[in-house]
């Protein structure tokens, strides 16, 4: 009897220390549900080459930071529309994209944190280009760290600039009108053109460089200012080669619904694109001979564009030091070298295009090369009644509907009465 009790005693001991072990082995774990903190990360929707890159990042960086876990939601439709009524409904997520164009706006609302009692000597903010990283400051504090960029650059068809003999790409706006003539097609000689030289596009975004070449602006003091003589003589350089010269076409005049597809069709022998459109031309159209170069210099300008995006913090953020080792990790040299390495995005970190030897990339070189000189996409705090009328009248004054200064005048009057409505 005293055996059988012995041994029930003996088992019962071996349950109890079995059972302490499991729970002292789960107090020990740091990585238990009760102690891993959520960050949402808000972003809009790209490639699916850029969706599967972002979340193997997502990946390494909950590896490395075992108790913070990382939901990615991608917004597809009226990005900017969600994000700020998420923010006045205190929904808004941790961390999110923000476009340049947008930041002046969300910047002086008081609804993002600002970084700067976060970011260490460590973190190298030196490193950044400061083009990029001035676009996300307000008032001397840093509001968001841009993630990538993208400049814009001419892609020139090789085969099409080969057989007029032409050896290199037009060096100037006066040789882009020259080379246009010439790469201008009517192989039917029924008066339609079959391919033109240049394409065009009329949005407000790449029609800025042809603006600050002759010293033009576009907004001042947050409202519209593009219908001075200056801006319009940079305008007019598009209304005439398109009008008179007719050796530029629209995406719509050749069934096209980009820059990019116009060019990789061969409907147009040159165009005026971003980094991005590399990719897509390599892996659409793998047989299509293209070259890339600075944009051609206008009054003896040099001149592009830089749009970049940010990652910011929500101000009301309920975990922001871990909202930050997420920013840090994604905008730091090691979290920055794997979303670019690729090409598909371009590094805002110097030190991390040099390492990925960009200036020596013959398609990427022009487009790193202009950021030095770049005009950032960012007009104010209030852009859409800028862009909206100056692209529906824009368009009008390159159709011939319109002088292009009177059409350039009621643009800005109308923007701004709607800026100065938003004010009030």
Do not use: C
């Amino acid at each position: 009897m005293n055996k059988k009790l012995f041994s029930f005693l003996g088992i019962l001991l071996g349950f109890t220390l079995l059972i302490a072990g499991f729970n002292n082995l789960f107090l020990s774990n740091p990585s238990t549900s009760s102690d891993i903190v959520n960050i949402k990360l808000s972003g809009w929707g790209a490639s699916s080459i850029e969706q599967k890159l972002l979340k193997q990042l997502l990946r390494d960086f909950e590896d490395e930071h075992p108790a913070i876990k990382v939901k990615y939601e991608v917004i597809n439709d009226q990005y900017m529309d969600v994000i700020k009524t998420r923010l006045v409904g205190e929904a808004a997520p941790d961390v999110f994209y923000l476009d340049a164009l947008e930041a002046p706006f969300l910047m002086s609302q008081n609804v993002l944190e600002p970084l700067d009692s976060y970011i260490k000597p460590e973190f190298d903010l030196n490193d950044f280009e400061q083009t990029l990283l001035n676009s996300f400051k307000y008032k001397s504090q840093i509001y968001g760290l841009p993630k990538d960029y993208s400049t814009l650059a001419l892609f020139f068809n090789k085969q099409a600039l080969s057989q007029k003999g032409f050896t290199n790409p037009p060096a100037t706006w006066k040789e882009l009108r020259n080379y246009s003539q010439q790469l201008t097609e009517d192989s039917n000689k029924d008066g339609r053109i079959d391919k033109y030289g240049f394409g065009e596009i009329p949005e407000l975004a790449r029609q800025i460089y042809k603006i600050k070449a002759f010293d033009g602006l576009v907004a001042k003091n947050n409202y519209a200012a593009f219908a001075d003589s200056k801006a319009l003589k940079g305008l007019q350089l598009a209304v005439e080669q398109y009008r008179k010269e007719r050796t530029s076409a629209q995406k719509t005049d050749v069934g096209t619904n980009s820059g990019s597809e116009m060019f990789a069709q061969g409907k147009v022998g040159m165009v005026i694109e971003g980094n991005w459109a590399i990719p897509y031309l390599k892996e659409t159209f793998p047989n299509l001979e293209f070259g890339t170069a600075e944009v051609p210099t206008i009054n003896s300008k040099k001149g592009t564009m830089v749009f970049t995006v940010a990652y910011v913090m929500n101000k009301k953020a309920k975990h922001k030091a871990e909202a930050w080792e997420l920013i840090s990790y994604l905008t730091g040299k090691q979290g920055m070298e794997k979303w670019t390495q690729n090409g598909i995005a371009l590094p805002t970190r110097k030190s991390v295009a040099e390492k990925l030897n960009y200036k020596q990339d013959n398609l990427r070189s022009a487009f790193v090369t202009g950021v030095e000189y770049a005009t950032p996409w960012q007009i104010g705090k209030y852009p859409a009644p800028i862009v909206n009328n100056f692209e529906n009248q824009f368009t009008s004054a390159i159709l011939g509907q319109q002088p292009l200064e009177t059409a350039m005048k009621k643009a800005q009057i109308e923007a701004n009465k709607q800026i100065k409505a938003m004010e009030y």
